[in-house]
């Protein structure tokens, strides 16, 4: 639900404006990592999104096992559902596929070089300290796998509250997460997170298929952090899951067994006075076993990441230097040609300039020398008009790149065991250029943003003349996304409002090859309004309504095009002592799919699917009730 970000909408604390109004004293003290040069909020050129420590806090009792709740309340961001046998999901960008997005923890790829959908789905946020959005092709900043933005997750540190959550669900899910945080005052602190998950495969409907995938999960990430107070700082973490997940019917059975391992390490280390030296390096090794209908594999996935940075700040300069290295690999026997290995080394550099008091620059550049696709020029530019009063103007532009990947939204809602040897593929390409305006004034705060961006080379897949099996190619014809993003927050004392709406125009070629249309499965128009009222010594209720306009179908036997709909959520928490007892209601309007056309197709699909492609909740009216303690 949006209600996590309506407490920080108004011109006081605005969660995910960018904070340029000097009386915004929460914000402006967020110092934001996700564009490297560690500035303020407000004084970034580039500008970024951000959900705070108290809003995570929220939204945390809606979805305490996954982030989706959290992401999905934000402009221009959805949740798409990428493999809905299995309940996987995509975070979407302005419409870009999910892959697109690269997804952080505390500055490392600890998810892999591309996510994929049960990522968000296998993360827990009881331990997110802030979450930092970047919109639009940020190759310049991490290289491929950025084309349609950066998440970047902020842990909590040593020192703050521990706390242990309970949830369970009136669909047979439950969670049970804690956080343990060491003492803050040491040189040496400590952070461990810890969850267990459950959720009961189910088929409400009857039709044999089960809506609702089960799942088994455990997680366990221990973080460590040094500061000796004066030049040094370390970091460093490791995480531990594994699950299992089974969904489909009995004649179709869809199963999921993932493991993952990852490391990471920070250290920096202060030259003088002005200038940083920093290094970063994570580890990442995924092993998958995929069950689709009668089709099994194995695959196994890792990725190293490693860099080096130079920063400091001169006059009116904020400079940052640095070389990177990155590996990425995936081994499946049982489909041949499918494997790769790839190795890109790069260089960047990025320069911020306070021009005047009212005019900041920043522009930066990155060149991978990727070892299958060539060599990569990836440029961004940005500006920060300070337009007087309680107004400002950002605008932006960059290009970018990303290597081919078999393991696409396409193939994952299928099996990678589908998909033919690849050949003659091209690296995307991809350009994208915003204006951001912002208007401030309490309790108002408004925030209009424009955007477009592009992708040649566009992945895609196709029958191919084996019956079943699939064909990785290059469309032709770009995938373009245009369209304007609105954010009102209305902040009167204990009641906050949060309004957005968001319009997409999104268009790739058409599957004949010949001309274009409108992308498959992207609403135009959407559009929220949540209103919550809060006593900090009570507690909280609160009431979202969200509209999701039609959208085009183009693998569907049942229609062409799909009915909009609206949900309405409710929230209510009261504070008994050290304990929070939470009790929310979702998808009261009851909507689903199913109500609309069936679920299961009259014959199979591409590769094989016995389901038509998820466009709206599969699950309808859903309680949780839990405690939450401290």
């Known amino acids: 639900m949006a209600l996590a970000l309506v407490q920080a909408a108004g011109a006081a604390q605005p969660a995910i404006g960018d904070g340029d109004d000097e009386s915004a004293d929460d914000l402006d003290a967020i110092v934001v990592t996700a564009t490297r040069s560690d500035q303020l909020v407000r004084d970034q050129p580039l500008r970024v999104e ?40 995509g975070l979407q960008f302005r419409g870009l596929p999910g892959r697109h997005a690269q997804i952080l923890s505390d500055g490392l790829p600890l998810a892999g070089a591309q996510s994929d959908s049960f990522s968000l789905m296998q993360t827990p946020p009881v331990d997110l300290r802030r979450v930092e959005v970047i919109k639009g092709v940020a190759s310049a900043l991490y290289g491929a796998s950025a084309l349609s933005g950066v998440l970047n997750l902020t842990s909590r540190e040593p020192g703050e509250e521990s706390e242990a959550l309970l949830n369970q669900t009136s669909r047979g899910g439950s969670d049970l997460v804690g956080f343990l945080a060491g003492p803050g005052a040491q040189k040496l602190g400590y952070t461990l997170i810890g969850g267990a998950h459950y959720q009961s495969q189910q088929d409400p409907d ?39 997940r089974n969904g489909g019917s009995r004649n179709f059975p869809e199963e999921l067994h993932s493991q993952r391992v990852d490391a990471g390490a920070i ?54 230097a640095g070389a990177a290295l990155s590996y990425e690999s995936l081994r499946a026997h049982d489909a041949p040609g499918v494997s790769y290995s790839y190795t890109v080394p790069g260089v960047f ?101 424009v955007f477009a961006s592009e992708v040649r080379n566009p992945l895609d897949v196709e029958a191919a003349t084996q019956p079943g099996r699939l064909d990785l190619i290059n469309d032709s014809e770009p995938l373009r996304s245009r369209g304007a993003e609105l954010l009102i927050g209305i902040a009167p004392g204990e009641l906050h409002v949060l309004i957005n709406a968001t319009y997409l125009d999104v268009t790739e070629g058409s599957e004949t090859g010949v001309g274009r249309r409108v992308a ?87 590769g094989g699917n016995p389901i038509t492609d998820a466009w709206a909740p599969l699950v309808g009216r859903t309680f949780n009730l839990g405690v939450r303690l401290k």
Do not use: C
């Open 206 to 244: 009857h039709d044999g298929w089960a809506e609702i995938p089960g799942y088994t999960r455990a997680t366990l990430r221990p973080r460590i952090f040094w500061n000796d107070g004066e030049e040094t700082t370390l970091f460093g973490t490791l995480g531990l899951m594994s699950e299992d």
């Open 349 to 449: 550099a990025q320069d911020e300039i306070k021009a005047t008091s009212w005019l900041s620059l920043s522009a930066s550049a990155r060149v991978d020398d990727h070892s299958d696709y060539g060599t990569f020029f990836s440029p961004r530019v940005s500006a920060l008009v300070r337009a007087g009063g309680n107004s400002s103007i950002r605008v932006s532009a960059g290009t970018g790149f990303s290597a081919p990947t078999p393991l696409i939204e396409e193939v994952e809602a299928r099996s990678l065991g589908l998909v033919n040897p690849l050949r003659g593929l091209r690296a995307e390409r991809a350009q994208s250029a915003s204006l951001d305006m912002k208007w401030a004034m309490r309790p108002l705060d408004i925030n209009v943003s």
């Open 267 to 320: 250290a920096s280390l202060k030259l003088s006075d002005t200038t940083l030296l920093s290094a970063r390096g994570s580890t990442t090794f995924t092993e998958r076993d995929r069950v689709y209908g009668i089709t099994r594999l194995t695959d196994r996935s890792s990725n190293v990441f490693g860099e080096v940075t130079l920063q400091g700040h001169s006059g009116v300069h904020n400079w940052l």
């Open 520 to 606: 498959d499965r992207i609403p135009r128009f959407t559009s929220e309004i949540a209103t919550i009222l809060e006593d900090e010594a009570l507690g909280r209720v609160g009431v979202e309504i969200a509209y999701t306009g039609s959208q085009r179908l183009w693998d569907d036997p049942f229609a062409t095009r799909s009915p909009s709909f609206v949900e309405i959520n409710a929230l209510a928490e009261i504070n008994v002592g050290r304990a929070a007892i939470f009790l929310n209601a979702l998808n009261l309007t009851n909507v689903k799919q199913q109500d609309t056309n069936p679920l299961l197709r009259p014959s199979p699909g591409l």
């Open 50 to 89: 951000v959900v705070p420590d108290e809003e995570i806090r929220e939204s945390l009792t809606v979805a305490p096992g996954n982030l989706t709740n959290i992401l999905n309340e934000l402009a221009g961001v959805r949740m798409q559902s990428t493999a809905p046998g299995l309940g996987g999901t």
